[in-house]
Structures are given as C-alpha cells and as structure tokens.
C-alpha cells in the first residue's frame, strides 16, 4: 500500500482551508452572477456566545472522533447538535456539509494510510450519490418554501427519529451476536444473495473483497447521497449498506464511506452556499475540533474488534433517536397543529438538549475508553512476548 507524505498532507490541507475561504464568499459571487440568494435563511444564522463557540467546538471533537471511528462523517450527531443551539434545520444541514468534506478528505487519507479504503467502490458510490445529493438539495429547499423553518425542522427531527431508530436496532443486535460468539463478523445472507445476482457489469472490489453487480452500488449510492443532502446524512445508509448489501468488512466499508463523503460534501456544499445557508462560522469551529478527533477516532479502528464499530454506532444513533424525538413537538408547536405551553417548550428543548449531550459523551467514552483499554492489551501482550523470549534465550543460553 502507498504511503502518504506529511508533505502531501499539509498541501491538502491547505487546498481544504482555500476551498472554505472561497465558499465564504460563494454566496455574494452567486448573488453577482444573478443567483437568487435567500435572504430569510441569512436572517436565520444564530448569535454566537462564549457557550456557543465552546460547544461548537466540542461538537466538532466528538463528532470527528466518531466519524474517524465509524466512517459516518458523524452528521447524525453533528446536524442534531446544531439544531440543539437553535440553529435551522437547513442551515445546519448546509452548514455541516460544508465542514465535512475537508474532515472526511483527512480520515479517508489516514484510513488509506492503513489499507482499509476501497478506492474503486468508493468512487463507484459516490458517482450515483453525487446525483443524489442534487436531488436530496431540491427536497430539503422545497419543503423549506412551503412550510417555513418550522417545517425544516419537523422534517429533519422525524427523518433522525425513524432511521436512527430502526438502522440502530438492527446494528445493535448483530453487534451483541457478535460480541456473543467472539468472532469477527461474517457476510451476511443478504450479502451472499447480492453476490449471487450476475447482472452485468461485475465488478471485484480488492481491499473490499467482494464482487457485486454495478446495479446493485447504484440505488445504494444515489440513496446515501440523497439523504446526505437532505439532512446530511449519508454514512449511516452508506456503511450499513456497504456491510449488509454488499458484503464489505465493517473497517472497509467504514473507511470507504470517508471518500463518498468527502465528494459528496463537496458538491453538496456549491449548492448550499449559492443559496445563503452555509453559516461558514460554525463550519470552521466544528472543522478546528473535528480535524483533530478524526484522526484520533481513524487510530482508534486499529486498536479494537469489529463488532465494536458496530455497537458503537448503533449506541448513539439510539441516543440521538431520542434526542430528536423530545423535540418534535416543539416543531408540531411551531407549526400550529398542537398547542403546548411555553414552558413545556423549554422543558422538552432542555431534555432534547442534555439527551443530545448524552449521545455525544456516549460515544466518546466508548470509543476512548475501548482504545485505552486495547492498547494496554496489546502492551500487555508484547510485554508478556518479550519475557517468554528471554526466558527462552537463557533456557538455551
């Protein structure tokens, strides 16, 4: 596998950086170029304090750290996190997939670095799921017109609340199978009849290990792209799909998922900020944690069983479920549909809030905390190596 120079990280990094510079001003050069920009949208950007930058940042470390670990671009925790500030649902969307492509550019380098990238099924999805995302923009910006924020958000709130939900559930039960059985994890039955579907194109995917038909990556990439666009979440269609569709190893398929992201969130976010809603403060406070946990979450892969990616993300799509789901009668609220005293307002915002919080420390301590413990396993066991040698070097001495 090809090494990666730090030199051919830093360029990168700053052609990431020059990129965000320039979608700073993407919307006054739309705007010139006789785009319509929402003005309503820029009215909807929140006030940022002291909290706001911190848990922005916060937000970020934790999100990155996620993302490294399980490949999701960890939008399911970043776009609720957002909206939990009281940031629109559009907005956030936007906005998170403007930070994400620079984000999942640096993971997929370091999983690359680690041979766990597929760089030909990577390319593959993320040409379906370009298109997707295009799709996915249209959705979010018509819903958004006809019902206002409010709508957004109710959109955004039950789309979490029903994928989390089931994909979680499933994800975590094979997690605890294979936690129970203390193998690595196998392909699953549905795999194995995709794999028996020869319907031209085949294509053998090397690092994935897999052969499948190129119909078959189709509806599964423009899927992850239009979900990706509308409420910019792609990952955890696109990883779980890759693992129990296509019959990818969890590490692959979580790493692969980096290179769709960052193609998609980069054409996902001309878009948005041609339209007015990426809120580029947020995006670089989000980036500057994120740029840091991802790399950390991309070392954590190397230090822990298969099935833990799988537990790990199943825990808090769950948690994040929850979150949205206090949440959503405030919007019901907002709309007019149902009439709820301002103070249980607050309280099912403040609920919604800490349960969000919750989901994030959840996942931070579950993947830290596996590392830690890993790494003294194997410390451990190198230890115990080293002795068993010299015992063996003065037995014959």
């Known amino acids: 596998m090809a090494q990666l120079q730090p030199s051919n990280l830093k360029r990168w990094g700053l052609i990431a950086l020059g990129t965000l510079v320039l979608l700073a001003a993407v919307p006054a050069i739309g705007e010139a170029a006789g785009e319509v920009v929402d003005k309503n949208a820029a009215k909807e950007f929140i006030q940022l ?3 706001g930058i911190f848990f922005l940042f916060i937000l970020g470390f934790l999100g990155g750290l996620i993302s490294g670990f399980i490949g999701s671009g960890g939008a399911f925790v970043l776009t609720p996190g957002m909206m ?50 295009q799709i996915g923009i249209q959705i979010q910006k018509m819903i958004l017109a006809r019902w206002g924020p409010a709508g957004s958000n109710l959109y955004v709130s039950f789309a979490f609340v029903s994928i989390l939900t089931i994909l979680g559930i499933y994800m975590l039960f094979d997690a605890f199978r294979a936690m129970r059985s203390q193998t690595e994890d196998a392909t699953s039955g549905l795999a194995e009849k995709i794999k028996n579907l020869r319907l031209p194109p085949m294509i053998k995917f090397g690092v994935a290990n897999t052969r499948v038909s190129l119909w078959v990556t189709v509806p599964l990439g423009l899927g992850t792209g239009m979900l990706a666009a509308t409420i910019a979440v792609g990952g955890f269609i696109g990883v779980p799909g890759m693992i129990y569709v296509l019959g990818v190893p969890p590490i692959v398929a979580s790493a692969t998922e980096l290179v769709i992201a960052f193609l998609m969130g980069f054409t996902g976010t001309l878009n948005w900020a041609l339209g007015g809603f990426v809120d ?117 001495g």
């Open 280 to 396: 580029i403060r947020m995006v670089l406070l989000i980036m500057a944690g994120s740029l840091i946990g991802v790399q950390l979450g991309a070392v954590g892969t190397t230090y822990v069983k298969e099935y833990m990616i799988k537990l790990v993300m199943s825990t808090i799509m769950l948690i994040v479920a929850v979150s949205r789901g206090f949440a959503i009668p405030t919007y019901f609220h907002q709309l007019g549909t149902i009439t709820l005293a301002e103070s249980n307002v607050v309280i099912l915002t403040n609920i919604s809030f800490v349960t969000m919080c919750l989901a994030l420390a959840t996942g931070g301590v579950i993947i830290l905390g596996n590392m830690w413990k890993r790494k003294k396993e194997i410390e451990l066991e190198a230890a115990a190596e080293a002795e068993a040698k010299e015992q063996r070097v003065l037995q014959h």
């Open 84 to 133: 939990s500030l009281g940031v629109p649902a559009a907005i956030a969307v936007a906005s998170n997939m403007c930070h994400k492509f620079p984000k999942a550019m640096v993971g997929a380098f370091k999983r690359y670095k680690y041979g766990q990238v597929d760089l030909k099924l990577g390319i593959i999805m993320a040409t379906s799921a370009v298109v997707g995302v």
């Open 49 to 51: 304090n002291l909290f």
